[in-house]
């Protein structure tokens, strides 16, 4: 039998090559399903550094993945880039969203975010409830802080990383400059604002509680009033079965994580549970910082950090833990999805206008001095302390050379981050 096969007319032969180009090229759900799988699988586990490392210039990060099969062109996974941190939400999560929507449709789409944050989302709930076993941070022991002091180190320096490399790719002319800088400045003094405040309303409220225990009950005005008529008609009884219900914690507190981080989500630009956990004391500073400096050490989406919080929100047993996990991991993610969807029929329409195109420039300035600022929030609350508060990276000479370190071996020598996170956790030990 002859290796190749004869043709007997060149129509002949323009069928075979036509049925070699639909194999090669299978448009199918199954072959669109195919390809998402067999490209976001290995990002999932690999890919360090959130919606910057997205469009990194490495092979294995989702830019160079999706330019090198031709799904988009560096421009418009650059327009993507810039819409994904535009609009609230986990920006590389909706950016990988994007990406697989736009090239298989929905169910590839959907599929792509399931690669995409589950493996991250799974491993930071286990974590939860492991550190919620572990009781109250100051009982925490003394290995497991220096463990958090060092991934802490090693994530600044990967965020350094990945923000010196958009500065110098997206920054190249003075106007992009400015508005970077611009995002850092009100970034910074906002946060700082922020803290401030939140400070002030503590205080006042510890105070306003003093003063009312220090006073005598009020007295009654001794005006006679006619009662005023009440139509709802059930009982006292019925009322107190309603206050119970409303707070019961098996109850109300599930939904009261599927909403505030659903509302979170919808507000956030980049950055999402910062605030929340601290707003309802669900976590400690200590706990805090120990899901924060593994979560910018694992590769995936930096908002699968909701599910670390979830899980020591709702800390009664194992299986609450799973549930608060998984709430706030939907609920993070849900109302940023939904909008990126909503969102890319309007690019794909109006994308060729020269005025957009100088927006999505504008946005992608921005995101760089959004990812600068991060470098110095997290340098200034990195440590944490066994007193249940916080440090400087930069009162602890040790911890800011570990982190010169790794910045030098990613940025100057290129060992690949995973290298560079174990060799930070051999460190603490």
């Known amino acids: 039998m002859h290796p190749f096969p004869r043709f007997h007319s060149l129509q002949h032969l323009h069928r075979f090559e036509i049925r070699a180009v639909e194999k090669q090229n299978d448009n199918s759900l199954g072959g669109r399903i195919k390809e998402v799988l067999s490209a976001y699988l290995p990002l999932a586990y690999i890919t360090f550094g959130g919606p910057q490392e997205s469009k990194g210039s490495h092979r294995s990060t989702p830019r160079s993945v999706v330019v090198s099969r031709q799904w988009l062109s560096d421009e418009m996974f650059t327009e993507l880039f810039a819409i994904s941190n535009a609009l609230p939400g986990p920006a590389s999560t909706q950016l990988a969203f994007s990406i697989a929507l736009i090239r298989g449709g929905v169910l590839p789409g959907i599929l792509g975010f399931l690669i995409w944050t589950l493996p991250g989302g799974i491993i930071m709930g286990a974590l939860g409830y492991g550190v919620g076993q572990l009781g109250a941070s100051n009982s925490f022991p003394t290995w497991l802080l220096y463990i958090e002091r060092s991934l802490a180190s090693v994530s600044i320096a990967l965020v350094a990383v990945a923000a010196k490399q958009l500065i110098t790719k997206l920054l190249t002319d003075k106007t992009s400059c400015s508005l970077a800088a611009l995002a850092v400045v009100l970034v910074i003094n906002f946060t700082e604002w922020k803290d401030r405040s939140t400070k002030q309303k503590l205080q006042k409220n510890e105070n306003l509680a003093d003063d009312l225990g220090s006073t005598d009950a009020t007295e009654a005005t001794g005006q006679d009033a006619k009662p005023p008529i009440m139509y709802f008609s059930y009982s006292m009884r019925a009322g107190f079965i309603i206050i119970g219900f409303f707070q019961s914690r098996d109850?109300?507190?599930?939904?009261?994580?599927?909403?505030?981080?659903?509302?979170?989500?919808?507000?956030?630009?980049?950055?999402?549970?910062?605030?929340?956990?601290?707003?309802?004391?669900?976590?400690?500073?200590?706990?805090?910082?120990?899901?924060?400096?593994?979560?910018?050490?694992?590769?995936?989406?930096n908002f699968n950090f909701a599910a670390f919080c979830g899980a020591l929100a709702f800390r009664m047993n194992g299986w609450t833990s799973f549930v608060g996990a998984l709430l706030a991991w939907i609920g993070i993610f849900l109302p940023g999805l939904l909008i990126q969807a909503g969102f890319l029929p309007i690019w794909r329409h109006y994308r060729e206008l020269l005025v957009l195109k100088n927006i999505f420039k504008g946005l992608n300035s921005v995101a760089v001095g959004l990812l600068a600022a991060a470098v110095f929030m997290l340098w200034n609350k990195a440590i944490a302390l066994d007193s249940s508060s916080v440090s400087s990276l930069g009162e602890y000479p040790g911890w800011t050379g570990l982190m010169v370190v790794a910045f030098v071996a990613m940025e100057t020598w290129k060992v690949q981050p995973w290298w560079v996170i174990g060799g930070g956790g051999v460190v603490a030990f």
């Not at 659903?262 to 805090?288: A, C, K, L, Q, R």
């Open 251 to 301: 109850v109300y507190l599930p939904v009261k994580i599927l909403s505030t981080f659903y509302f979170i989500g919808s507000i956030i630009f980049g950055g999402g549970p910062v605030y929340v956990v601290d707003s309802f004391n669900w976590v400690t500073p200590t706990e805090f910082l120990m899901g924060f400096a593994i979560i910018n050490i694992m590769p995936g989406p």
